[in-house]
């Protein structure tokens, strides 16, 4: 199974370990997760006789579909986003704003940690996408089949209402400051100076509805610290993992009343060498 998304090098003028290996961890969730979700909708798809192509949305300014991006080199599709960035600038940002937290760093610009960032965004989009589809056509094929049972999933928050969250919680913490914060990255910034905080603490204490709660290494990397960086890895990571909570209660539903289906599920090996002793 490839890994879908991960170019080689990650950074091409940079090298930190700890980051890199965050990268990698991601990018295997974001893998499983578009893994999980085509394995269920394919075989729907094929009951109904419906065209999996047809129902996959376009990757604005890119003409690629999710699909299109598993079969693609991943440093193809990375110069294609930058590409797309260089020629549509903040048109194509503000096309993936839904997922994209905008600016990406607020006190920085380094382009192969922007366009890591916007790759991510695309694939949280995809996933987005992925779990819309898998979900309408499950209640299709309960209709088709005529099986009495209904799937109850806790909504998704948005990437809008992750920093509010965000602020907010810095802000009652901070009953003094009279102003509001003007970003997320203020609020950060305000919680490390002045509560000696850091983003695990912040993320634990983010709630919605049936979700659950996120925990983070503590230090973020144990090797260097930056704010801008923190705060975007650990959102995007947030918004991962909620998203993967969602799909595996679509999985357990899945499993328990569309056995019918045979839905293969993927894992990830891992073939490690032989070592001698």
Do not use: H, R
């Given at each position: 199974m490839p890994i879908i998304g991960i170019p080689f090098p990650i950074y091409i003028d940079i090298s930190n370990y700890t980051n890199e290996l965050s990268?990698?961890?991601?990018?295997?969730?974001?893998?499983?997760?578009?893994?999980?979700?085509?394995?269920?909708?394919?075989?729907?798809?094929?009951?109904?006789?419906?065209?999996?192509?047809?129902?996959?949305?376009?990757?604005?300014?890119?003409?690629?579909?999710?699909?299109?991006?598993?079969?693609?080199?991943?440093?193809?599709?990375?110069?294609?986003?930058?590409?797309?960035?260089?020629?549509?600038?903040?048109?194509?940002?503000?096309?993936?704003?839904?997922?994209?937290?905008?600016?990406?760093?607020?006190?920085?610009?380094?382009?192969?940690?922007?366009?890591?960032?916007?790759?991510?965004?695309?694939?949280?989009?995809?996933?987005?996408?992925?779990?819309?589809?898998?979900t309408g056509l499950i209640d299709k094929v309960l209709d088709k089949l005529k099986i009495s049972a209904v799937l109850t999933l806790p909504m998704l928050p948005s990437l809008e209402e992750l920093q509010s969250q965000l602020m907010a919680i810095v802000k009652a913490q901070l009953p003094s400051i009279p102003e509001e914060f003007l970003n997320e990255f203020e609020a950060f910034k305000s919680a490390v100076e002045l509560l000696d905080s850091d983003i695990n603490a912040l993320l634990s204490l983010i709630v919605f509805p049936q979700l659950p709660t996120i925990q983070l290494p503590s230090p973020f990397f144990p090797d260097f610290s930056s704010l801008s960086i923190e705060l975007r890895e650990a959102m995007n990571i947030y918004m991962q993992e909620v998203m993967a909570f969602v799909i595996n209660k679509i999985v357990g539903f899945v499993k328990s009343v569309l056995g019918v289906l045979g839905v293969q599920f993927p894992s990830i090996c891992i073939d490690l060498p032989e070592l001698s002793l």
């Open positions: 990268q990698v961890v991601q990018y295997w969730q974001s893998m499983l997760s578009v893994k999980t979700l085509l394995a269920m909708i394919e075989p729907m798809v094929s009951l109904l006789g419906l065209s999996l192509s047809g129902l996959l949305p376009a990757i604005p300014y890119l003409n690629l579909n999710i699909l299109d991006m598993i079969m693609l080199s991943p440093n193809d599709i990375k110069n294609m986003v930058a590409d797309a960035l260089n020629e549509y600038g903040q048109e194509f940002l503000n096309a993936l704003s839904a997922f994209l937290p905008i600016p990406i760093y607020f006190d920085f610009s380094i382009p192969a940690f922007e366009i890591n960032i916007i790759l991510k965004s695309i694939y949280n989009m995809s996933i987005s996408s992925l779990i819309d589809i898998c």
